[in-house]
């Protein structure tokens, strides 16, 4: 039976399987990472296929874009876990398997006889990552949560949007995303330990935990002046010269002059060469103290250049530069084309094809070469049961029959 997937498998960690019990969106993305970087991805589904397959509004051959822009490079397995059979099948995918993730509510998998302490005793180096929103444990464990909700508590979402106007939640998913990197990172460490120990480890992330960590210099300027930061619109709020200004034809362009040597550059190119000698802006301190008048005087002098002309000279100047662009001119960037970042998937079918951004980590020796569309709900669990379990055919017929397993499953049609 042919591998469903790039064969000889490549990637640094090609030689690594992963037990996929994730949905939505933090799980999957970690799961993807570790399919970026070569491992066998074993995506163990419930009848019916995880949730985001059926996301609206937009869909590819039945499944919809968001399932597609994280489930790259893995094998989907449909498993009832209510049933005996279907448990035994998850419990031999565990010994197969060198790491397990999962983002179910904690207390979930332990009410499925499938949560850490119930396999460790037997597997000792079995490597578990439990992803959720608060921690398994803590007053809040079992409160629910999706991305907004922990920028909001993280205390992020109040330093996001315009100074004086309402928190906004950042564009881009980051509570999800982030949560999903750590739980790579965290189940990385785990396995370098177990090659040197042989032993396992259970890693528990936490959405909050994580965008916590991620107010860095912010909490640590709390920590020193008890005052907590507030808005930071679309500047920095303690460098000046990092901000955003409107240029001439109306473009919105960032840049970063806080050195002398950019912030010199700067000045002489907008016509306001004074600026950098002036003892309210010459030293860091001083520019900060008089911020307003410093960046008002800039915002004037922006709008006598075009944007392109912003940009071929200070780019030209070596100067950190770049307009606000939307996503579609982003993705249009001949700079992530030449990376590799768009990458166009082709499943079985003519339908079967889809564009999603592309892995941003470049491997020089061992990097993956070919990336696998998403799987179709229950195409390789024939194949998984097979040569991953070693199940013999009658086994495999027997357990579909009973519908513990099942190897075909149809997405809901797009309303």
């Given at each position: 039976?042919?591998?469903p997937?790039?064969?000889?498998?490549?990637?640094?960690?090609?030689?690594i399987k992963?037990?996929?019990?994730?949905?939505?969106?933090?799980?999957?993305?970690a799961?993807?990472i570790?399919?970026?970087?070569?491992?066998q991805?074993?995506?163990?589904?419930?009848?019916?296929?995880?949730?985001?397959?059926h996301?609206?509004?937009?869909?590819?051959a039945?499944?919809?874009?968001?399932f597609?822009s994280?489930?790259?490079?893995k094998?989907s397995?449909?498993?009832?876990?209510k049933?005996p059979?279907?448990?035994?099948?998850?419990m031999?995918?565990?010994?197969e398997?060198?790491?397990?993730?999962?983002?179910?509510?904690?207390?979930?998998?332990k009410?499925?006889?499938?949560?850490?302490?119930?396999?460790?005793?037997?597997?000792?180096?079995?490597?578990?990552?439990?992803?959720?929103?608060?921690?398994?444990?803590?007053?809040?464990r079992?409160?629910?949560a999706?991305?907004?909700?922990?920028?909001?508590?993280s205390?992020g979402?109040?330093m996001?949007g315009?100074?004086g106007?309402k928190?906004?939640?950042?564009?881009?998913?980051?509570?999800?995303?982030?949560?999903?990197?750590?739980?790579v990172?965290?189940?990385?460490?785990?396995?370098?330990?177990?090659?040197a120990?042989?032993?396992?480890?259970y890693?528990?992330?936490?959405m909050?935990?994580?965008?916590?960590?991620?107010?860095?210099?912010q909490?640590?300027?709390?920590?020193?002046?008890?005052?907590?930061?507030?808005r930071?619109?679309r500047e920095?709020?303690?460098?000046?010269?990092?901000?955003?200004?409107?240029?001439?034809?109306g473009?919105?362009?960032?840049?970063a002059?806080?050195?002398?040597t950019?912030?010199?550059t700067?000045?002489?190119?907008l016509?306001?060469?004074?600026l950098?000698?002036?003892p309210r802006?010459?030293?860091p301190?001083?520019?900060?103290k008089?911020k307003e008048?410093?960046?008002?005087?800039l915002?004037?002098?922006?709008?006598?250049?075009?944007?392109?002309?912003?940009?071929?000279?200070?780019r030209k100047?070596?100067m950190?530069?770049?307009?606000?662009?939307?996503?579609?001119k982003a993705?249009?960037?001949?700079?992530?084309?030449?990376?590799?970042?768009?990458?166009?998937?082709?499943g079985?079918?003519e339908?079967?094809?889809?564009?999603v951004?592309?892995?941003?980590?470049?491997?020089?020796?061992?990097g993956?070469?070919?990336?696998?569309y998403?799987?179709?709900?229950?195409?390789?669990s024939?194949?998984i049961?097979?040569?991953?379990?070693?199940?013999?055919?009658?086994?495999?017929?027997?357990?579909?029959?009973?519908?513990?397993?099942?190897?075909?499953?149809l997405?809901?049609?797009?309303?």
């Open positions: 039976m042919p591998m997937s790039d064969s000889p498998r490549s990637g640094p960690l090609s030689h992963v037990l996929d019990l994730t949905t939505h969106l933090a799980g999957p993305y799961t993807m570790f399919g970026d970087l070569g491992a991805v074993i995506k163990l589904e419930a009848p019916g296929g995880e949730s985001t397959r996301m609206p509004p937009h869909y590819i039945g499944n919809s874009t968001y597609h994280i489930n790259r490079n094998q397995i449909i498993v009832d876990l049933s059979e279907g448990k035994q099948v998850a031999d995918l565990v010994d398997c060198d790491i397990v993730i999962e983002n179910a509510r904690p207390g979930v998998m009410r499925l006889g499938l949560a850490y302490d119930d396999l460790a005793p037997t597997r000792p180096g079995l490597i578990y990552c439990s992803l959720s929103g608060f921690g398994q444990d803590g007053p809040d079992d409160l629910p999706l991305d907004i909700i922990v920028q909001a508590l205390g979402m109040s996001t315009e100074k106007g928190a906004v939640r950042a564009g881009l998913p980051i509570g999800d995303v982030c949560a999903g990197m750590y739980c990172i965290g189940s990385l460490a785990a396995l370098a330990r177990r090659t120990t042989g032993e396992g480890d890693i528990d992330v936490a909050l935990d994580v965008q916590v960590a991620f107010l860095t210099y909490a640590a300027a709390y920590f020193h002046t008890g005052k907590a930061p507030g930071q619109g920095h709020d303690m460098i000046p010269l990092i901000n955003c200004f409107e240029a001439k034809d473009v919105e362009v960032v840049i002059g806080n050195s002398a950019n912030f010199k700067l000045s002489d190119f016509g306001v060469p004074e950098p000698e002036d802006y010459k030293e301190r001083e520019r900060l008089n008048s410093l960046v008002a005087t915002r004037d002098a922006f709008k006598t250049k075009t944007s392109v002309e912003i940009m071929a000279h200070l100047e070596g950190p530069v770049g307009i606000v662009n939307t996503v579609d993705l249009d960037s001949a700079q992530l084309k030449h990376r590799n970042m768009i990458l166009d998937l082709k079985d079918s339908e079967e094809r889809a564009r951004v592309g892995d941003p980590i470049k491997i020089r020796k061992a993956r070469k070919t990336h696998t998403a799987p179709r709900l229950g195409a390789d024939r194949y049961l097979n040569e991953v379990l070693g199940y013999d055919s009658g086994k495999i017929d027997a357990l579909i029959e009973s519908g513990a397993v099942q190897e075909k499953g997405a809901k049609a797009a309303e």
